[in-house]
């Protein structure tokens, strides 16, 4: 997600960040678990495939002074995800998968944001980016604000 994409999604969910428990499906980065923890989220789970940048997720996590908030996992988030129930906190689930999984792997993708949203503490926000190829409001289990920041689209849902 790009810097001012990034900064457009946490103006708008400003209010419900504190004291949530943050997922950022397909990590990269970590950029936007990160700002999660800095914006007042009590702890966050980071999904990454690659192992060297889920390690670099974990080196950022200790030098930002987060370690003991920021559990990384290194390997497939669909796979892990899948039966995530952790009800401590609301969550706040940033799915920013690279544009392509919308097309290639749309209904394992579907089933996992769905699954989530299904098992998500009332009180949880899921924010969702993609582009023009996919429309969040496709996903009727819940309820989207659509944002268009081209060429990325950004779909808010509440539970």
Known sequence: MKDRVRENVFNLLQQVVEGTHALDLFAGTGALGFEALSRGAV???FGEHHAATAEQIRRNAEFLGCGDRAHVITGDSFRYFASFDNAQAPWLVFCSPPYDFYVSRAEELRALVEGLY???PEGSWFAVECDQRFDPQQWTWAE???RRYPPAVVGIAGK
């Open 43 to 45: 702890s966050a789970t």
């Open 118 to 120: 299904q098992r998500a």
């Open 144 to 146: 989207w604000d659509v």
